[in-house]
């Protein structure tokens, strides 16, 4: 089965940068959007990056992020990264990559990652 694993988290200070990585495995005809989403506890989910795949690979970015995330793939697009840079105590969250794809079994989806833990602080 199709599953998505993330990794990159950890502790780092304000004005640090850090790079998550999240890999697709498994049994995948194709996959149509990525997407980095934070959580906060007592926080909306919040979308921060989005690559499209199939709107020429178009990104898209939270006012929040914009300017300091960069989301990219490798070229096999099945690894996804969000490069942050410049961060800031409330980048503090649990990251979660989102796929919208179609493995083989034909049905198409969102797939998540576990999440990994970022901790912006001193």
């Known amino acids: 089965q199709v599953q998505l694993v993330e990794s990159g988290g950890g502790l780092v200070q304000p004005g640090g940068s850090l790079t998550l990585s999240c890999a697709a495995s498994?049994?995948?005809?194709?996959?149509?959007?990525v997407n980095w989403y934070r959580e906060v506890p007592g926080k909306q989910r919040e979308l921060v990056a989005r690559?499209?795949?199939?709107?020429?690979?178009?990104?898209m970015y939270a006012d929040s992020v914009k300017g300091r995330f960069t989301i990219s793939t490798d070229s096999a697009k099945k690894t996804v990264y969000l490069q942050m840079s410049n961060l800031e105590p409330e980048d503090t969250a649990v990251y979660y990559c989102?796929?919208?794809?179609?493995?083989?079994?034909?049905?198409?989806?969102?797939?998540w990652g576990q999440g990994t833990q970022v901790t912006v602080s001193h």
């Open positions: 498994g049994n995948i005809v194709s996959i149509s959007v």
């Open positions: 989102k796929m919208g794809l179609r493995p083989y079994s034909g049905l198409r989806g969102d797939y």
């Open positions: 690559m499209t795949y199939s709107d020429d690979d178009s990104t």
